[in-house]
């Protein structure tokens, strides 16, 4: 089945302590991209990547880092999360044939920083 | 600044009863606009891309058309599994990759 997997889906931890949300996608797509979703805000851009070892910063980077050393996966990192950054996110994947595109996200992360 | 306003905020339908979504931006050199369904906690679902001024798509009861200037999200009799946050989005560069989102429609089917 054609999907995009994140992993945890649901994660609670403290102040400064590293994490990495995992991001899978089983549809050989070039671009991925991480969104996080809070209430009255919407959903907002932190990274997107065009390929391995392409990634580009979106609107609200400050924070997380990413990196795409295979083309499947796409990791969000979290260095030293702050209460802030307490949020729902979404990982997507996407595909260009010709002038066309399609993107698709999976089920989402939700996460607590205390 | 690019911008994406989607309109209105929520929507509460009777079942049967048909309205419309608006979705407006300011995106130059529109390269596509993209519709996306999405439940309460839950990932959003892509429904549609449109791509140039003039084109319809449908998808069982919905109907998405696009201007120069904005996209239309028709609801034609539409049911209680309709309902949920409608989002629109644009890439605001040249790549695919970079999407500005609206803040969504929230609707609700009454039976």
């Known amino acids: 089945e054609a999907q995009v997997t994140q992993n945890p889906r649901y994660l609670i931890t403290v102040t400064g302590k590293k994490l990495t949300v995992t991001c899978s996608q089983n549809?050989?797509?070039?671009?991925m991209s991480w969104y996080r979703q809070d209430p009255g805000l919407g959903l907002r851009q932190i990274y997107y990547s065009m390929n391995v070892e392409v990634t580009d910063k979106g609107d609200v980077p400050e924070g997380y880092k990413v990196s795409r050393k295979e083309k499947r996966n796409f990791p969000l990192i979290l260095e030293s999360p702050s209460p802030n950054q307490t949020s729902l996110y979404f990982c997507?994947?996407?595909?260009?044939?010709?002038?066309?595109?399609?993107?698709?996200f999976g089920p989402g992360t939700r996460l607590t920083v205390t | 600044e690019d911008q994406v306003t989607q309109s209105p905020e929520a929507l509460r339908l009777q079942e049967g009863e048909s309205s419309s979504l608006n979705c407006s931006y300011t995106v130059s050199g529109l390269r596509g606009l993209f519709w996306y369904r999405q439940d309460p906690g839950k990932g959003p679902e892509f429904l549609f891309t449109l791509y140039s001024a003039g084109e319809e798509k449908e998808k069982e009861r919905l109907k998405a058309t696009l201007t120069k200037k904005e996209s239309f999200l028709h609801i034609t009799a539409p049911k209680p599994e309709d309902s949920a946050t409608y989002l629109c989005?644009?890439?605001?560069?040249?790549?695919?990759?970079?999407?500005?989102f609206g803040a969504g429609t929230q609707v609700v089917v009454t039976p």
């Open positions: 549809m050989n797509h070039e671009y």
């Open positions: 997507a994947s996407g595909r260009a044939v010709g002038s066309s595109y399609e993107q698709y």
């Open positions: 989005a644009v890439p605001t560069t040249d790549s695919w990759g970079k999407l500005q």
